[in-house]
T-cell receptor, first 115, second 114 residues
């Protein structure tokens, strides 16, 4: 089965510019996650979707970050305007969402550098 | 809130040495515990998991036992190989205050020298 697909793999932008990341989860996976991984730290959840509804966005900086999952399949994460501290790897993950202990499968991530 | 603490790295070992990476957690209820591995240039992969106290997760020669009394989930391997060089993340999910998201430790870099 195909894994979680993310694009682009790398992105360099100047501060105050906008950027968007795309994620296509594993087919049939109802739950989709976006994590932010700053260098030297573990991933931190930004937002979690169950189908096309938001389950948890408590850690999403809503003044500059937005995410959507139209039709409950692929998802886009946007940053506008970007700040230097947004430099990180943005990981998308998906899980079936029906198991008591869901196993999350991760994409390779998008490495964002803000200069 | 829930949290995971891992031993700081990097950990540098010679091939065939014994590996232990310590992991402790704080959570309400009864979380599930995981070890994920990130090889150079690749995404995070689930290495092993344990869903209840005293469970032992194992995979590829790695083991970890869910110790509720010490709130720990230490990763061990009896004989490491160069190919085990990677970043290892301990994580938890499914505590009473958790929606199924993973809460990660900061990661421990393992470097195995031939």
């Amino acid at each position: 089965e195909a894994g979680v697909a993310q694009s682009p793999r790398y992105k360099i932008i100047e501060k105050r510019q906008s950027v968007a990341f795309w994620c296509n989860p594993i087919s049939g996976h109802a739950t989709l996650y976006w994590y932010q991984q700053i260098l030297g730290q573990g991933p931190k959840l930004l937002i979690q979707f169950q189908n096309n509804g938001v389950v948890d966005d408590s850690q999403l900086p809503k003044d500059r970050f937005s995410a959507e999952r139209l039709k409950g399949v692929d998802s886009t994460l946007k940053i506008q305007p970007a700040k230097l501290e947004d430099s990180a790897v943005y990981l998308c993950a998906s899980s079936r969402g029906q198991d008591r202990v869901p196993e999350a499968f991760f994409g390779q991530g998008t490495r964002l550098t803000v200069v | 809130g829930d949290s995971v603490t891992q031993m700081e790295g990097p950990v540098t070992l010679s091939e065939e040495a014994f590996l232990t990476i310590n992991c402790t957690y704080t959570a309400t209820g009864y979380p599930s515990l995981f070890w994920y591995v990130q090889y150079p240039g690749e995404g995070l992969q689930l290495l092993l998991k344990a869903t209840k106290a005293d469970d032992k997760g194992s995979n590829k020669g790695f083991e970890a036992t869910y110790r509720k009394e010490t709130t720990s989930f230490h990763l061990e391997k009896g004989s490491v190989q160069v190919s085990d060089s990677a970043v290892y993340f301990c994580a938890l999910s499914g505590s009473s205050s958790n929606t199924g998201k993973l809460i990660f430790g900061q990661g421990t870099t393992l470097q195995v020298k031939p």
